[in-house]
């Protein structure tokens, strides 16, 4: 986000750029007008965006208006293969190459001789007296160590279940989701309860138990799917027949 960041410094986005939508206290009084508005403030976006280059590749925006059904994913080779070689978190996936020529082509540099685990290890905090490493309640009582000191020691966390450590471990906004995200069949930790259901169903045969959920907002649809906020802090991809039937889906969305 750094290099899109740059580009913005000293711009000003207009909110009202067809007239203002909102009332004397900032409330929307014109939904049609909100969305003209939003929709030039995404193309101007685009527009300075699209002209940039990253690395030395062009950068290619394109703004998807709010009431736009988002492509279905792309499909995985089968969910097996999913849960070995692909990494979830809130901020970061990672998606590895296995050593089999027949399934990934082969490596091109020798990064497994760095990262051991092949997958990016989580940074944690270390007390070097006693050498330990604290939960994520007490990090500050200790301090992150860079990526080839994690790599050099033996130690790791001891009071979490998961099969790797996920990468936003010490991230205090999504620490109360960690156990209910994980798999209580092999410990991989998926970033939304929709992955982890859809990997306990194909892989260990366990339907997933039916709850309804009352998001707070839903801000777009992707074939049974909805981009929820769940909470102050927690935005999913949540299964539209798990929201509350009370909630219009498509009022909400659009």
């Known amino acids: 986000m750094a290099p899109l960041s740059r580009a913005l410094s000293g711009f000003i986005l207009s909110h009202d750029h067809f007239g203002s939508h909102l009332d004397g206290s900032g409330r929307t009084v014109d939904l049609e007008l909100e969305k003209q508005n939003f929709l030039n403030a995404g193309e101007t976006l685009a527009a300075i965006w699209s002209e940039m280059a990253i690395d030395g590749y062009n950068v290619d925006t394109e703004f998807m208006p709010c009431d736009e059904v988002l492509p279905p994913p792309l499909p995985v080779p089968n969910h097996q293969w999913y849960a070995d070689l692909v990494g979830e978190s809130q901020y970061l996936l990672q998606i590895i190459k296995c050593n089999d020529v027949r ?19 989580a940074p944690f905090s270390i007390i070097q007296d006693p050498f330990s490493v604290p939960p994520p309640t007490d990090h500050h009582t200790g301090r992150f160590s860079c990526l080839l000191v994690r790599q050099s020691l033996t130690l790791r966390p001891s009071y979490t279940r998961t099969k790797k450590l ?23 930790y998926f970033a939304s309860k929709v992955s982890l259901d859809q990997h306990k169903k194909n892989l260990h045969g366990i339907e997933p138990l039916a709850s309804c959920v009352r998001p707070l907002r839903v801000h777009g649809r992707r074939q049974d799917e909805a981009l929820c906020t769940i909470s102050e802090d927690v935005i999913e991809w949540i299964d539209v027949q798990s929201i509350d039937d009370s909630i219009q889906l498509e009022e909400i969305v659009n």
């Not at 497994?112 to 685990?117: F, M």
């Open 103 to 121: 399934c990934c082509s082969p490596l091109r540099s020798n990064l497994k001789h760095i990262i051991h685990e092949n997958f990016l290890p």
């Open 166 to 188: 996920p990468y936003h471990h010490y991230c205090p906004s999504l620490q109360q989701e960690i156990s209910g995200r994980t798999c209580s069949q092999c410990g991989i």
